[in-house]
C-alpha cells in the first residue's frame, strides 16, 4: 500500500466516533462569527449593527486576495461587531448575531437532489468559490480560490483530494465521505473543470475501509477519478506528504504542491465546493467531531460557524467528569482551550475531551541522542538539533538548519522518549526568524 | 672547538635574520591602536551587556573615541560618573544623562488578575506569548514565566512568588535594557528614576476597552482619563483606552494617583501620607 518515504509515526487511531451518523447541533441563542478565520487578513464587515440577515447573507467582503467572504450562519438581527476572543485568546473583529427563525436566502438551493450537471466555465467556478467564502476546512483554512489559482507559467496535471485524516480521534471526513460520497464525487468533477486537469487522485487511508468502497462505488460513474488506499501513517492528511504517497513526486524545499503540477484539496472542502457551486449555498456549517476517550456517546455533528462551543458540549450531554483538558481539532495539530467561550471557525474540526490523568506534559528528562526525531520527521530535519539552537536563541543557525520547512506536526515531540518539548521550541524559531525576515525587509 | 663555533655562528645567525625580518615586517605592518582606547575600556564597568548598543565595553570604547562628541553614546550601566570620566580621558563634553531604571507596567497579581486556565508547556514567556494569551485571561499583561529574569546579567530582577509578578531591585538595576528586550510583550520600560527614587507611572499596558479589561484585571486602566482631566502638567496621553505619563512633564504631584478609580496608577518610595488634609501640603513639598 502506498505512503509517502520520509519519516512518519504510527499512532493508535482511537476513532472512537467513526461510523456514527451526523447529527444536527440545533442553533444557539447567538453566534459569534470570526471575519478572521485563515492566516489572512479578517474581512470588511458588510452589516452594521441593528441589521436583519438571513441564513447565506454576506456578513463580511474579502479584503484583497489572500481572504475570503464570511457569509451568515444563521437569521436574525445583528447584536454588534466588537472583538471576540479566538482560540489562541487573542482578540479579532468578529459580528455577533442573536438568532431569531432559521430563514434562509431564497437562491440557495436546499433540495436535497444531487445535481450532476454544471455548466460553468473555470474562471466562473473559481469566481463563485471566491463568493460563497470557502477555505480548506482540513484545518489550515487557506482560501480556497487561491489555491486554485494556477501562478502563471505553472501548470496543474492532477488534483489531489485529501481523505487521508490521518489525525487520531477525529471522524469528520470519514463519516463525510460515507453519507456524502456522490456529492463529493461531483465536486471532484467540479474542481478538475476548474482546474482543467484530467486526472484526480483520492487518497483515504486504510482504516477507512468503507469509506473506501462507498468513494469508490461513485467514482466510477465519473472519468478520470482513481481512489487509492493508503497505510495509516501520521502525517498523511499533510499536503506534502500527501503528494509524495500518491505521486511519488516531492514538493521541493521552499515551494508548492503546483511546482509538481499537484493541487490538493480536502474532502470536505470539495463538499463545500459541491454545495457552493451546484446549491450556491456559502460555507456556513460544517462537521465537528466531538469525542474523548471519557465520552459516552462521540459523535460527529453538523454546526453552524459562529457556534459557541460552550453550546455544542451543552447540546453533546456536557463536559465528561474528569475531563483535565479539552482540544480543539486533533490530540496532535489540535489546540488547548482556555475557555469554551470561543466560537466554531471554519476551521474547527473537533472536539476532543481528554481525561485529567493524561492532560499534563510529561517531566522532560535529557536528550540521550537516539535520533527518535530524526528518523519520524516528515521532512528529514533534525529536531533535536532545532530545539538546542532554539533554546540558545540562535535563530540564524536555525534557518540554515531550514527550521522554516517545520510542518508543525509533531511527531517529533509525540515519539521523543524524554519528552522534550521539541515542536515548542521550532515553533517558536519559526516566528523569530519570520519576524527578522520581515524586519530586514522593511 | 671547531664544531661549537660553527653552531653557535650558524644559529646566532638564524636569529640575528629572523630578528631583522620581525623587526621590518612589524614596522611594515603596525597597525595604530589609539593607546586612549584602552585607558577608556579599563573606566568602564566590563559588564559587556551591550546596554549601549554596541558589542561589549571595547566596542563602546573605541566607538567613544572615534565620535566627534560623546552625544549619543551613554553607558547605562556606569551612569553619569562614569561617562565624565570618559569625557575627561577623550577632552570632550560629557552628556548629561537622567538616570533612569527598569519598570515593569503590569499590577495584575493572582489577588487583582487570577489565573483561569494552567501552562505546563515550556516555560519561557517567549513561546507562550506566542501560543496564546497566557493562564490569565488578559491578552496584554506579564506571562510571569521571567525571560526577564533569565536576561538580565545583573541579577536585578527577581520574580515575586506571592505576586508571580517580576520585581526590580533598584540597586542593581542598571538600566541597561536587556529586559526590555527579552519581555515579548513590551511591559518592561525603561523610566526616568526621579528624583530620591521617586516616581509614578501607570501600572498597566491593557489597550482593550474598558469594560472588557476591567473583568479580567482589577487593576488595569481602563481609559477613563480622570487622569488626564487632573493633571496640571499635559504630562498624561490616552491613547488605545490606556494613559500614559510622561516622565519628563510628570511633575509628581501625584494627583493622577489619588483620582484613578481602578489605583492601576501607582507611586514608588513616596513617604506615607499622614491624612487627607495634609495631602496638599506635602504636594507642594515634593514639587520643589
New interface residues.
Given amino acids: 500500500m502506498k505512503t509517502f518515504k520520509i519519516g512518519g509515526i504510527y499512532i493508535e487511531e482511537y476513532k472512537l466516533s467513526a461510523g456514527e451518523r451526523t447529527k444536527v447541533i440545533t442553533l444557539p441563542q447567538q453566534v459569534v462569527v470570526p471575519l478572521r478565520h485563515y492566516a489572512g487578513k479578517p474581512s470588511i464587515p458588510q452589516v452594521k449593527r441593528g441589521d436583519f440577515v438571513k441564513v447565506g447573507q454576506l456578513i463580511g467582503l474579502a479584503d484583497g486576495f489572500v481572504s475570503a467572504n464570511v457569509h451568515s450562519p444563521v437569521s436574525g438581527k445583528v447584536a454588534k461587531i466588537d472583538n471576540a476572543l479566538d482560540a489562541y485568546g487573542y482578540k479579532y473583529p468578529s459580528v455577533f448575531i442573536d438568532v431569531i427563525g432559521d430563514d434562509w436566502l431564497e437562491t440557495i438551493d436546499l433540495t436535497p437532489e444531487v445535481n450532476h450537471t454544471c455548466e460553468l466555465t473555470s474562471s466562473e467556478i473559481i469566481k463563485k468559490i471566491a463568493e460563497s467564502g470557502i477555505v480548506g476546512l482540513g484545518g489550515a483554512t487557506f482560501p480556497t480560490h487561491v489555491k486554485l489559482t494556477i501562478p502563471a507559467g505553472k501548470k496543474a496535471e492532477v488534483l489531489i483530494i485529501n481523505g487521508a485524516e490521518c489525525e487520531p480521534f477525529l471522524t469528520c471526513d470519514h463519516q463525510l465521505m460515507l453519507e456524502k460520497g456522490e456529492e463529493i464525487i461531483v465536486g471532484v468533477t467540479i474542481l478538475m473543470k476548474a482546474l482543467n486537469v484530467k486526472k484526480a487522485l483520492i487518497g483515504i487511508e486504510c482504516n477507512k475501509n468503507d469509506a473506501i468502497i462507498n468513494i469508490k462505488k461513485w467514482a466510477k460513474t465519473e472519468e478520470g477519478i482513481e481512489v487509492v488506499p493508503l497505510q495509516t501513517k501520521y502525517p498523511q492528511g499533510c499536503e506534502k506528504q500527501l503528494i509524495e504517497a500518491l505521486t511519488g513526486r516531492r514538493v521541493p524545499r521552499g515551494g508548492l504542491p503546483v511546482d509538481v503540477g499537484a493541487v490538493v484539496q480536502n474532502v470536505a472542502t470539495t463538499f463545500a465546493v459541491y454545495e457552493a457551486v451546484q446549491k450556491n449555498k456559502p460555507l456556513i456549517e460544517r462537521i465537528i467531531t466531538v469525542t474523548g476517550k471519557s465520552m459516552s456517546q462521540p459523535g460527529n455533528f453538523w454546526v453552524r460557524i459562529g457556534t459557541p462551543l460552550s453550546h455544542v458540549v451543552e447540546q453533546v450531554g456536557g463536559i465528561p467528569e474528569d475531563t483535565g483538558k479539552i482540544v480543539a481539532g486533533g490530540p496532535m495539530m489540535g489546540r488547548a482551550l482556555f475557555s469554551l467561550e470561543v466560537a466554531v471557525a471554519k476551521g474547527t474540526s473537533g472536539l476532543l475531551f481528554i481525561p485529567s490523568t493524561e492532560a499534563y506534559r510529561k517531566k522532560v528528562e535529557n536528550c540521550i541522542r537516539c535520533s527518535k526525531c530524526v528518523f519520524a520527521c516528515p521532512m528529514g530535519l533534525e529536531p533535536y538539533l532545532l530545539m538546542s539552537l532554539g533554546e540558545k536563541m540562535l535563530w540564524e543557525e536555525m534557518q540554515k538548519n531550514q527550521a522554516l520547512d517545520c510542518i508543525e506536526c509533531g511527531s517529533c515531540s509525540f515519539i521523543c522518549p524524554s519528552h522534550r518539548p521539541l515542536l515548542d521550541y521550532i515553533k517558536n524559531g519559526k516566528v523569530a526568524i519570520n519576524n527578522i525576515k520581515i524586519n530586514s525587509n522593511n | 672547538m671547531n664544531v661549537i663555533l660553527i653552531s653557535v655562528l650558524s644559529l646566532g645567525g638564524i636569529g640575528a635574520l629572523s630578528a631583522l625580518i620581525l623587526y621590518f615586517v612589524a614596522q611594515k605592518f603596525q597597525i595604530f591602536e589609539d593607546p586612549r582606547i584602552d585607558e577608556v575600556e579599563a573606566v568602564l564597568p566590563a559588564a559587556n551587556c551591550g546596554g549601549c548598543g554596541y558589542p561589549g565595553c571595547r566596542a563602546f570604547a573605541t566607538a567613544c573615541v572615534k565620535a566627534e562628541s560623546l552625544d549619543n553614546l551613554v553607558c547605562p550601566v556606569g551612569g553619569a560618573p562614569v561617562m565624565e570620566k570618559v569625557a575627561s580621558i577623550l577632552g570632550k563634553a560629557a552628556t548629561t544623562i537622567t538616570p533612569t531604571i527598569a519598570v515593569v507596567r503590569c499590577g495584575g497579581s493572582c489577588e487583582y488578575r487570577p489565573r ?2 494552567i501552562y ?3 516555560k ?1 514567556c ?2 507562550v506569548h ?5 493562564e490569565t ?1 488578559c ?1 496584554w499583561g506579564c506571562l510571569g514565566f521571567g525571560d526577564c529574569v533569565t536576561a538580565c546579567t545583573f541579577d536585578a530582577i527577581h520574580i515575586n512568588p506571592q505576586t508571580l509578578l517580576p520585581e526590580v531591585d533598584e540597586e542593581k538595576c542598571t538600566s541597561c535594557g536587556l529586559c526590555v528586550k527579552a519581555c515579548p510583550r513590551n511591559i518592561i520600560e525603561l523610566r526616568q528614576k526621579g528624583p530620591k527614587s521617586r516616581r509614578i507611572y501607570v501600572n498597566c499596558v491593557n489597550q ?1 476597552k474598558g469594560a ?1 479589561n476591567k473583568k479580567v484585571c482589577t487593576v488595569a486602566c481602563i481609559g477613563c482619563s480622570k487622569c488626564q482631566q487632573v493633571c496640571n502638567y499635559d504630562a498624561i496621553t490616552i491613547a488605545n483606552n490606556l494613559a500614559y505619563i510622561d516622565d519628563e512633564k510628570c511633575k509628581l504631584c501625584r494627583k493622577c494617583v489619588d483620582v484613578c478609580p481602578t489605583n492601576s496608577i501607582v507611586e514608588i518610595n513616596f513617604p506615607p501620607r499622614k491624612t487627607k488634609t495634609e495631602t496638599s501640603s506635602n504636594i507642594s513639598i515634593t514639587e520643589q
Fill in positions: 483561569v486556565n505546563d508547556g515550556v519561557t517567549a513561546i506566542q501560543l496564546y494569551q497566557g485571561l491578552s482593550d472588557v
